[in-house]
């Protein structure tokens, strides 16, 4: 069993940036597949980035590429995501989430979906305003 807190979320300005920690607790973090889901009011679980603890395999979702960046320190049961050049449009509740490494499998060419995912936080709010 794997808990998962979230922390860093925030308001910021557009074109700002903040970086979201992840820090899982519990059961083994090395060789599992982690990663980032958002979601806005009303709307589904979008995809946001994610990746293997060992590092072979990573993937973001199409509004996060080129502007976030997610990575991991296994010595502190950590993921992180910085992101950067905020836009009003990446508003919402961001939740880690994980689960064994196989779900990140394939990732590189199909983004895992929130369903593949056993483990999530909380979830932590951000907010890109004027």
């Known amino acids: 069993h794997v808990q998962l807190m979230e922390s860093g979320g925030g308001s910021v300005q557009p074109g700002g940036s903040l970086r979201l920690s992840c820090v899982a607790s519990?059961?083994?973090?090395?060789?599992?597949?982690m990663g980032w889901f958002r979601q806005a009011p009303g709307k589904e679980h979008e995809v946001v980035a994610g990746?293997?603890?060992?590092?072979?395999?990573?993937y973001y979702g199409d509004s996060a590429k080129g502007r976030f960046t997610i990575s991991t320190d296994n010595a502190k049961n950590t993921v992180y995501r910085q992101m950067n050049s905020l836009k009003p449009e990446d508003t919402g509740m961001y939740f880690c989430?994980?689960?064994?490494?196989?779900?990140?499998?394939?990732?590189?060419?199909?983004?895992?979906?929130?369903?593949?995912?056993?483990?999530w936080g909380r979830g932590t709010q951000v907010t890109v305003s004027p």
């Open positions: 519990g059961d083994t973090f090395n060789n599992n597949c």
């Open positions: 989430v994980a689960d064994r490494a196989l779900v990140c499998l394939d990732a590189e060419y199909v983004a895992p979906a929130a369903a593949d995912f056993g483990y």
């Open positions: 990746r293997l603890t060992t590092g072979d395999t990573e």
